[in-house]
């Protein structure tokens, strides 16, 4: 099992930035990508940015390619979504995720767990 724990969202103006980190513990090893996705209200989840647990590549939604950064921390088991220039339809709840799928990193049914998210709302 694992367990994964948003934290960082919050408040912020369009133009603002803010910084989520997810924390995971457990069996992170047997998994393949950790993704961050979002859900507005009245919305599917939808993908947001997502990173191999080993290895450098990642991968972003059109909508957030050039603002948002995914990193991680292999040593602290800690992934992260800097996000810059928000705008306010970037206003949702982040979810991190890991999945064992290779290559259905975009697919939200293709996670095996999540966190609890963590609101973030673009609002001047």
């Known amino acids: 099992q694992v367990q994964l724990v948003e934290t960082g969202g919050g408040l912020v103006q369009p133009g603002g930035s803010l910084r989520l980190s997810c924390a995971a513990s457990g069996r992170t090893f047997r998994y393949f990508h950790v993704g961050w996705f979002r859900q507005a209200p009245g919305k599917e989840r939808e993908f947001v940015a997502a990173s191999r647990w080993s290895g450098p590549t990642t991968y972003y939604a059109d909508s957030v390619k050039g603002r948002f950064t995914i990193s991680r921390d292999n040593a602290k088991n800690t992934v992260y979504l800097q996000m810059n220039n928000l705008k306010p339809e970037d206003t949702g709840v982040y979810y991190c995720?890991?999945?064992?799928?290779?290559?259905?990193?975009?697919?939200?049914?293709?996670?095996?767990?999540w966190g609890q998210g963590t609101q973030v709302t673009v609002s001047s």
């Open positions: 995720g890991v999945t064992t799928s290779s290559g259905n990193y975009y697919r939200p049914g293709e996670y095996d767990y």
